[in-house]
T-cell receptor, first 112, second 119 residues
Framework: KNQVEQSPQSLIILEGKNCTLQCNYTVSPFSNLRWYKQDTGRGPVSLTIMTFSENTKSNGRYTATLDADTKQSSLHITASQLSDSASYICVVSGLPLDKVIFGPGTSLSVIP | GAVVSQHPSWVICKSGTSVKIECRSL??????MFWYRQFPKQSLMLMATSNEGSKATYEQGVEKDKFLINHASLTLSTLTVTSAHPEDSSFYIC???????????????FGAGTRLSVL
């Protein structure tokens, strides 16, 4: 069964600290993995997109890693800001192209 | 980057009325658009997939007569919630996938969402 799991479910960190969010998936065959940030009451916004051959990709203070062998990905946030408070969703696409599986998301709260 | 516009962003309506939500791809042609529903603190749930010029494919448990989807052009899809009831109150999000071959075809670009409140 194609699944995407994320951990932790929620996380509270102090402003300025780093954090890492995890995503494990069983989608096969694999096409690509995306991390989205969703602010409360808004649509998801893409942070990173990685295909099978990519191990890491950065977008400002966000760095995503992918291990296609173990089917794991992580999203590392550096020097967190209050505006990083949001839900972070891992989305895995398989083949055929319509197979898109959403993770349940990690709710991040950055506090001063 | 590709932009998807969703309108309105928030709508309040009386029970029994119908509400139409628009999803537009502003700078690309979207052969496929998706409609999602999201309840508070839950993940997005796919409601239906629509391809331009053809009938939408609904996910199991989604009433196609209640949630009417029209994808008449490559840049516009609409979701109409007919005879809305309070239990239909939710956050509705659309996404659009551009045509063309390869990796780009697989990327979904999301709208900002529409919050529907049915009184």
């Amino acid at each position: 069964k194609n699944q995407v799991e994320q951990s932790p479910q929620s996380l509270i960190i102090l402003e300025g600290k780093n954090c890492t969010l995890q995503c494990n998936y069983t989608v096969s065959p694999f096409s690509n993995l995306r991390w989205y940030k969703q602010d409360t009451g808004r649509g998801p916004v893409s942070l990173t997109i990685m295909t099978f051959s990519e191990n890491t990709k950065s977008n400002g203070r966000y760095t995503a890693t992918l291990d296609a062998d173990t089917k794991q990905s992580s999203l590392h946030i550096t020097a967190s800001q209050l505006s990083d408070s949001a839900s972070y969703i891992c989305v895995v696409s398989g083949l055929p192209l319509d197979k898109v599986i959403f993770g349940p998301g990690t709710s991040l709260s950055v506090i001063p | 980057g590709a932009v998807v516009s969703q309108h309105p962003s928030w709508v309040i309506c009386k029970s029994g009325t119908s509400v139409k939500i628009e999803c537009r791809s502003l700078d690309f042609q979207a052969t496929t658009m998706f409609w999602y529903r999201q309840f508070p603190k839950q993940s997005l749930m796919l409601m239906a997939t629509s391809n331009e010029g053809s009938k939408a494919t609904y996910e199991q448990g989604v009433e196609k007569d209640k949630f009417l989807i029209n994808h008449a052009s490559l840049t516009l899809s609409t979701l109409t919630v007919t005879s809305a009831h309070p239990e239909d109150s939710s956050f509705y999000i659309c996404s659009a996938r551009m045509g063309g071959g390869g990796f780009a075809k697989n990327i979904q670009y999301f709208g900002a969402g529409t919050r529907l409140s049915v009184l």
